[in-house]
Nanobody
Framework: QARLVESGGGLVQAGGSLRLSCAAS????????IAWFRQAPGKEREGVSC????????YYDDSVKGRFTISKDNAKKTVSLQMNSLKVDDTGVYFC??????????????????WGQGTQVNVSS
């Protein structure tokens, strides 16, 4: 069964760091691009970062550029999101998603067909 499982969320003070991981079943990791989205209470789900399966190129939303880093571990079939210099505005549920969309610009949820259950990130001031 194709599935994605996120882990690594938690509570951190502003300025701190967290590392999220997305474990992908074989077919998802091998054939699709993987993205991270987040959703804050009362707000729409927004794309944060994405990595392309074919060439390893990456995309970052302007709000996280320079602070977040996405990476793939082919042996473990995981995609990680290293989040540094966290801000209160980074608070939300973080989801990883798989899809065929080539990560090159604004990420839209409807471009991704398989989603994890999400992991909560809380950044306190």
């Amino acid at each position: 069964q194709a599935r994605l499982v996120e882990s690594g969320g938690g509570l951190v003070q502003a300025g701190g760091s967290l590392r999220l991981s997305c474990a992908a079943s074989g077919s998802l990791f091998d054939y699709y691009n993987i993205a991270w989205f987040r959703q804050a209470p009362g707000k729409e789900r927004e794309g944060v970062s994405c990595v392309n399966r074919s060439d390893g190129t990456t995309y970052y939303d302007d709000s996280v550029k320079g602070r977040f880093t996405i990476s793939k571990d082919n042996a473990k079939k995981t995609v990680s999101l290293q989040m540094n210099s966290l801000k209160v505005d980074d608070t939300g549920v973080y989801f990883c998603a798989a899809g065929q969309y080539y990560c090159s610009e604004h990420l839209a949820p409807w471009d991704f067909h398989t989603w994890g259950q999400g992991t909560q990130v809380n950044v306190s001031s």
